[in-house]
């Protein structure tokens, strides 16, 4: 299982930084409707959306801010981290087609705590769609899973 893991908490430092690209598709947001309930017609009905201030339909904000997770967990710290919050402000919307890139920066490490703070940002053409923070848990080496 050590394969697996990501990061230990000794192996960061502020300023490192990893992401994840994504291009949105209809199939995406319509799926992300499917799963997570969230049937708001500015995401699947043009005709509606077409009327709204975005002129259009547009992807979930949930469904961008996602990406966000997937950094966390599988780059940055990567497997074996817990995810314990994050705070979000949506700035621009993300439509079919666009590609949302995911990044997440360290900012702070907290040793004490085995805590670990991460300036989080989703760019679509360089511009913030989404900005935030968010903090993880990280294991420290010494309390690492046995190797069997």
Same mark, same amino acid.
């Given at each position: 299982? +050590?394969?697996?893991?990501?990061?230990?908490?000794?192996? /960061?430092?502020?300023?490192?930084?990893?992401?994840?690209?994504? !291009?949105? !598709?209809?199939? %995406?947001?319509?799926?992300? *409707?499917?799963?997570?309930?969230?049937?708001?017609?500015?995401?699947?009905?043009?005709?509606?959306?077409?009327?709204?201030?975005?002129?259009?339909?547009?992807?979930?904000?949930?469904? !961008? *801010?996602?990406?966000?997770? !997937?950094? $966390?967990?599988?780059? &940055?710290?990567?497997?074996?981290?817990?995810? /314990?919050?994050?705070? &979000?402000?949506?700035?621009?919307?993300? #439509?079919?087609?666009?590609? @949302?890139?995911? #990044?997440?920066?360290? +900012?702070?490490? $907290?040793?004490?705590?085995? #805590?670990? #703070?991460?300036?989080?940002?989703?760019?679509?053409? %360089?511009?913030? @769609?989404?900005?935030?923070?968010?903090?993880?848990?990280?294991?420290?080496?010494?309390?690492?899973? *046995? *190797?069997?």
């Amino acid at each position: 299982m +050590e394969e697996l893991h990501g990061y230990y908490l000794e192996d /960061l430092s502020v300023g490192m930084s990893a992401v994840y690209a994504k !291009t949105i !598709t209809e199939a %995406d947001i319509t799926l992300f *409707a499917g799963v997570s309930g969230d049937t708001n017609p500015v995401h699947l009905n043009q005709e509606f959306a077409d009327q709204t201030m975005f002129k259009g339909t547009i992807a979930h904000g949930f469904l !961008t *801010a996602s990406f966000l997770s !997937t950094v $966390i967990g599988t780059k &940055l710290p990567g497997p074996g981290c817990i995810y /314990l919050s994050q705070d &979000l402000r949506f700035k621009a919307p993300v #439509r079919a087609g666009e590609t @949302v890139w995911a #990044r997440v920066t360290i +900012e702070e490490i $907290i040793p004490e705590k085995k #805590r670990v #703070r991460l300036k989080t940002v989703c760019l679509v053409n %360089d511009k913030p @769609v989404i900005e935030g923070e968010a903090v993880v848990m990280v294991t420290p080496k010494d309390q690492a899973p *046995a *190797a069997s």
